[in-house]
Nanobody
Framework: QVQLVESGGGLVQPGGSLRLSCAAS????????IGWFRQAPGKEREGVSCISSSDGSTYYADSVKGRFTISRDNAKNTVYLQMNSLKPEGTAVYYC?????????????????????WGQGTQVTVSS
């Protein structure tokens, strides 16, 4: 069964950090572009960060640039999203998605946002 499972969310104070994990089962993440997306209450899902399958190039939304880092550990078949200096507007359910196409990473982020098969996600709450 092909599946992505998100974990690592929680409650954190503004300025704090969390590391989210996206673990794959049933397929090898090495050959897939991976994206992190989030959806806040009453808002549309938005792309946060994506990483390509081939050269590891990355894309970040302007709102998280310089604070979030996406990385992959192929040995663990997992992609991470390190989130630092979290802000209250970062409160959302975070999801990951995968796509086997090897296009420019920003294009892949758009494609995955439109075609992604969404799991349960992991809740991140940034509040004092």
């Amino acid at each position: 069964q092909v599946q992505l499972v998100e974990s690592g969310g929680g409650l954190v104070q503004p300025g704090g950090s969390l590391r989210l994990s996206c673990a794959a089962s049933g397929f090898t993440l090495d050959y897939y572009a991976i994206g992190w997306f989030r959806q806040a209450p009453g808002k549309e899902r938005e792309g946060v960060s994506c990483i390509s399958s081939s050269d590891g190039s990355t894309y970040y939304a302007d709102s998280v640039k310089g604070r979030f880092t996406i990385s992959r550990d192929n040995a663990k078949n997992t992609v991470y999203l390190q989130m630092n200096s979290l802000k209250p507007e970062g409160t959302a359910v975070y999801y990951c998605a995968a796509d086997p196409r090897d296009w420019a990473v920003q294009a892949m982020c758009v494609i995955m946002g439109l075609t992604g098969s969404w799991g349960q996600g992991t809740q991140v709450t940034v509040s004092s």
